[in-house]
């Protein structure tokens, strides 16, 4: 298999020099609509048999505990729990691109004394990369890997009960575990522990950490 | 994953067992702003009192002293009669800006920053003529303009937006600050920098309030200029509950013989615990209160006299009780 990826990386960068060659082409014949040309890029880019086949959709349920403090009030935990959309692409045999649009429901903290932190929906877009081993097989079982990851989200919430909304980046890291079926050559299932930093100016701090669920299918099929 | 599972497994991560709350609340009515006896009544283009703000301060009054809660009430009635602490008094007792400042000095020394309180007031409520600050108006604070035949606030005896702030900073000494404002261009007095409020300050037949392109753009914005600084009350400051936005009025209503806000929210220690946990928070009040309002009263008014309360921002929840 590692011969396999290999001949596909090299397929992607062949393709990549092809589509640099169109995309140019076309450019040159489009220079008035620069918009265009770049969504013609991503296009080209997608299309190319090699790209395409490398992507992963997919989705996930989150379950995650998050400790906040802000305001001159001390810390408490909220509990919340969303799902998300993933998409995944390989960049190298061992590092993926990784694009997840997600939405959670964070439950207000407890009221003891006297307060609670506001409760709230969010929904954001994440960026990031992955790194994972070669994966293990075993005969009858399917293939295992584990991996990590380091992304980047931008977050709109809106607060319980109110039509008030904020924005707020968050920075996240994972370790993972797929597992690939035998009898589902083509899906990935896989399992997370993400941990985030939310990087609210209102907030002295807060952070989380959580359990994610989720699968994802090759659109190449089988590795 | 040891860590994870203690800190899932504690309910709080810090001990607020130990804390005791004592509850303070002024409440100020004005429904006559001049006697009935005014010279320039009769023949004046407007008539500046109400008719039932000292019946929202009497029965708020005594709604908070039900809760726990040490209450300084002042109020004027329909009939000029003053009360303080509902004790019949004199004008010297009146609801006016000068005693709100004496009231809350009084609590200078009294208040603890675990405390809670609250600020209710009840009667006119005023915008500058650029819209740029909004005002509530005590006793005292409407005078005759005989140039235009019209009672009119004076800004100077009236407590603008920015001055509340500082008035509550000066003086109580917790971060548990309410302030609910039954009063026209209430919303004024919100001082959100970081969020976004999708519902608009003046109601209209339809309001879009889920969140579009251009909210993400302005609360990137503001995520961008963020400011612990407000020009109204910040919600760092005091979480505000205003009956209306920032440029519409709110109402008397008569069927009701209250405030319009405030009969509602004389309801909220029996329907306003919407998640059943006993307690009743300043977002669960503000929740039942605009739910009733948008459902009962801006359902059968024209859409002229409709109007939507409007709350702070912030990250925390103050339990009312």
């Known amino acids: 298999m590692k011969r396999a990826r290999k001949r596909l990386f090299v397929r992607r960068a062949s393709a990549l020099i092809e589509i640099g060659y169109h995309t140019a082409y076309i450019s040159s014949r489009m220079k008035s609509l620069p918009r265009t040309t770049s969504l013609l890029s991503l296009f080209f880019l997608l299309c190319t048999t090699a790209a395409v086949s490398a992507l992963s959709l997919g989705a996930s349920g989150l379950g995650e505990v998050r400790v906040e403090a802000g305001q001159g009030f001390g810390p408490k935990l909220q509990y919340g729990g969303g799902g998300s959309l993933d998409l995944r692409s390989p960049l190298l045999p061992w590092l993926d691109f990784g694009a997840s649009l997600d939405l959670y429901d964070i439950a207000p903290s407890d009221i003891s004394g006297g307060f609670d932190y506001r409760g709230f929906l969010g929904g954001d877009i994440a960026l ?37 909304y904020f924005f707020y980046p968050e920075l996240t890291a994972k370790i993972f575990l797929d597992y690939v079926p035998v009898s589902l050559p083509a899906i990935d299932v896989r399992l ?31 590795k | 994953m040891t860590l994870l599972v203690v800190v899932i497994g504690s309910c709080s991560m810090f001990d607020y067992s130990t804390i005791v709350s004592n509850k303070y609340a002024i409440i100020y009515g004005v429904t006559n702003y001049v006697p009935l006896n005014d010279p320039n009544l009769p023949t004046a283009y407007n008539d500046p009192n109400l008719s039932y703000p000292h019946l929202d301060a009497k029965d708020l009054s005594d709604m908070l002293t039900a809760k726990g809660y040490t209450v300084t009430s002042r109020w004027v009635d329909d009939q000029d009669n003053f009360y303080h602490d509902g004790v019949l008094a004199t004008v010297a007792e009146a609801p006016s800006k000068a005693n709100l400042s004496v009231d809350l000095a009084a609590l200078k020394t009294k208040i603890k920053p675990d405390d809670v309180f609250v600020f209710y007031f009840s009667g006119h409520g005023t915008q500058s003529p650029d819209g740029t600050m909004e005002y509530f108006d005590p006793f005292g604070s409407v005078q005759y303009n005989p140039s235009n035949h019209f009672y009119q606030a004076d800004p100077t005896t009236s407590v603008a937006d920015t001055e509340m702030g500082s008035l509550l900073s000066a003086n109580i000494g917790t971060a548990r600050k309410v302030v609910i404002l039954d009063s026209c261009n209430s919303g004024g007095f919100i001082g959100n920098t970081l969020e976004v409020d999708t519902m608009p300050s003046t109601t209209s037949s339809f309001d879009w309030t889920l969140p579009t392109p251009v909210t993400i753009i302005q609360a990137i914005e503001n995520y961008a200029r963020f400011t612990t600084t407000s020009t109204a009350v910040s919600p760092y400051n005091a979480q505000v509950l205003s009956a209306a936005g920032t440029d519409e009025l709110s109402y008397d209503d008569s ?67």
Not at chain 1, 136 to 157: H, M, P, Q, S
Not at chain 2, 302 to 314: K, L, N, Q, W, Y
């Open chain 1, 128 to 164: 990031g990369v992955e790194a994972h081993t070669a994966p293990a097989r075993w005969a009858g079982i399917g293939e295992l890997a584990v991996g990590t990851g380091l992304g980047f989200a931008g977050v709109l919430a809106g607060y319980q009960y109110t039509t008030l």
């Open chain 1, 192 to 222: 997370s522990i993400p941990i985030g930093i939310q990087f609210r100016p209102d907030m002295d701090y807060s952070a989380s950490a959580g359990v994610t669920l989720g699968f994802a299918y090759r659109l190449g099929g089988a």
């Open chain 2, 255 to 321: 069927g009701h013989k209250h405030g319009a806000m405030t009969y509602y929210l004389l309801q909220i220690p029996t329907y306003g615990d919407l998640n059943n946990d006993g307690h009743v928070s300043v977002l669960e009040a503000f929740s039942f209160v605009k739910a009733q309002i948008q459902g009962n009263w801006n359902v059968v008014n024209p859409i002229t006299e409709a109007f939507t309360p409007h709350v702070s921002g912030g990250p925390v929840d103050f339990i009312l009780f």
